[in-house]
């Protein structure tokens, strides 16, 4: 059942990036508890008190206080660039962006990219399906104008806006079902799974950390699975 689970996951792999090289035994290796090689993440997970009490985070209590701004530093990226978001829609760009810059559980699926901004990127990560589709009804009445938002924006002020001709629309209207959000958003950095929290097979965005890190075990059974015979992750220019 694993190893199916694992070529499933590898098809997946293949049909998003088409070719990949493969990494180093070492990277391929190193699955837990692990960083990307990225602008604002620490080289290795470390505690941060200020964070929540994370015993284990890949970015400093700093950056996860700038992430709750409407227009952070760290990127410039301007969550109201078609009017003020919804609250309850920002909360899960936010806990999404947490989960990107903070989480040491992500290194199964790490890949190797050529970005002037970062060397890794996660691709593919089985994101719990409720959580997306909490995620697209909190949003569908906020508005956007795009349907991925890694890039295409004008930058010409310095922060995102939208690229000329691109028009404000709700989010349903960009993104017509939970899986055309979170899949399409960040160029497939999620897959949505037909697994639900709890279950140890998908990454939760949402869980209570005074239960400890759900998304522990869903990394190590990853891990296991890859380490066991699956092919190594690869180079994608995007």
Not at 27 to 56: I, T
Not at 97 to 110: A, H
Not at 171 to 177: C, L, R, V
Not at 214 to 224: D, H, L, P, R, S
């Amino acid at each position: 059942m694993a190893w199916k689970m694992m070529q499933l996951l590898l098809l997946a792999l293949v049909t998003t990036v088409g070719s990949a090289q493969p990494r180093s035994v070492q990277a391929r290796m190193d699955l837990l508890n692990v960083c990307m090689n990225a602008k604002q993440h620490k080289a290795q997970p470390s505690p941060e008190d200020e964070l929540y009490g994370q015993k284990n985070a890949c970015c400093m209590a700093n950056t996860s206080q700038e992430l709750h701004k409407d227009t952070s530093r760290l990127y410039n990226f301007n969550w109201d660039h078609c009017g003020k978001m919804e609250p309850a829609c920002k909360r899960h760009f936010i806990q999404d962006t947490c989960l990107y810059e903070c989480s040491p559980n992500l290194g199964p699926w790490i890949w190797q990219v050529n970005q002037s901004w970062r060397k890794e990127r996660i691709l593919n990560v089985p994101l719990c399906k409720e959580d997306c589709e909490r995620w697209w009804e909190d949003c569908r009445t906020s508005y956007t104008c795009k349907s991925n938002w890694h890039k295409g924006w004008n930058w010409t002020s310095g922060i995102n806006e939208c690229p000329a001709r691109a028009l404000c629309r709700t989010f349903e209207s960009y993104f017509p079902t939970p899986a055309a959000l979170c899949e399409g958003l960040w160029s497939h950095s999620f897959k949505v799974s037909n697994y639900s929290g709890g279950s140890g097979r998908c990454i939760q965005m949402w869980f209570d950390s005074a239960q400890g890190n759900a998304n522990e075990e869903v990394a190590k059974f990853y891990a296991a699975t890859m380490n066991a015979g699956a092919p190594s992750h690869g180079i994608i220019g995007s």
